[in-house]
């Protein structure tokens, strides 16, 4: 019995010692080994199984693939003190396992240190360049038709030096230049920036600001139409109304002309008939003219009135 537990023993120890003798690196993976610390030996990068002395020495694993950094947006000024929201994206690898775990050891420190260099060198080149100039890439919307360069803005219409594109391979010597120069034996491949924004609020006014110089813009339009329909209806309206008042001034002057011909025609029809009473009503008549408002009109026997109205009495 005891010769037994005695193999299981072994056994078991001999398992324990294999299994911390033996290491698997597998694809898309490369390894080191230390022992009290200090790194022994040549980095392993190729897959396969590989073994270490048991105890004494530790393996560090590391990604030998391409590695992902996606950092947070950020606010970055441009050189005509527009606020811009900038957020990057970059891809790396680790190129040296062994100078990677002497400067940096954990992959938290790597995405720090690259977090650090980035949004540095992200912010020194959008910071010396105009918006226009982050924005856009070519000079193609310049070379458009007057007719649609009507409708864009003056900012719109200035062509570019330097460009998006430019600006991003700037970021990237940078990047490139800072990760070389302190040797984290690690090298970035590429940096972009994946997605750009206004800041809110400048671009809520610039939006309300536009919005209301095209609203003048259209009701500055339509006044100007509106005044010229409105001088135009006038002008017309005048133009009837001088003809309505020449045709009804003829009108009335052909009335007026039939009215004074039919009343001197009854008159002398009148006159004809009765020449005396004809007479007294045109003495009755200058009588009334002369004779207004409250007054007495005091007659001698010999005046030609009392005369008249004497023989109109004595009639019988």
Do not use: C
Not at 172 to 178: K, S
Not at 186 to 204: C, G, Q, S
């Amino acid at each position: 019995m005891i010769r037994w537990i005695g193999i299981a023993v072994l056994v078991l120890g001999a398992f324990i010692v294999l299994s911390d003798s033996a290491f698997v690196v597998e694809e898309g993976q490369q390894a080191i080994i230390t022992q009290f610390g200090r790194i022994v030996g040549r980095p392993y990068t190729q897959a396969g199984l590989y073994w270490k002395i048991p105890f004494i020495q530790k393996v560090y694993l590391f990604e030998k693939r391409i590695l992902e950094w996606d950092g947070d947006p950020d606010r970055i000024p441009t050189l005509d003190k527009k606020y811009i929201f900038i957020d990057s994206t970059a891809r790396w690898r680790i190129t040296d396992p062994v100078q990677f775990f002497m400067t940096l050891r954990t992959m938290r420190n790597a995405v720090d240190r690259l977090n650090d260099i980035i949004d540095s060198a992200v912010r020194d080149q959008i910071s010396q360049y105009t918006l226009i100039e982050v924005v856009r890439s070519t000079n193609h919307i310049t070379q458009l038709p007057p007719e649609q360069l009507v409708s864009m803005s003056d900012e719109a219409r200035i062509p570019i030096q330097v460009g998006h594109d430019r600006i991003l391979e700037g970021i990237r010597r940078e990047v490139r230049a800072q990760v070389e120069r302190l040797n984290y034996g690690i090298e970035v491949l590429d940096v972009r920036i994946k997605n750009m924004n206004y800041e809110a609020e400048e671009v809520r006014r610039k939006v309300y600001d536009r919005m209301i110089a095209e609203r003048n813009r259209i009701a500055a339009l339509y006044l100007s139409e509106g005044r010229g329909k409105k001088a135009e209806i006038e002008g017309e309206m005048q133009k009837k109304l001088q003809q309505i008042r020449s045709q009804a001034y003829q009108k009335a002057q052909e009335i007026r002309g039939k009215a004074d011909a039919e009343a001197i025609r009854i008159y002398a029809e009148s006159y004809g008939r009765d020449p005396e009473f004809f007479a007294f009503l045109r003495s009755m008549e200058a009588y009334r003219q002369v004779i207004q408002g409250n007054h007495t009109l005091i007659i001698t026997t010999d005046s030609p009135l009392y005369q008249y109205l004497k023989r109109v009495a004595a009639r019988p």
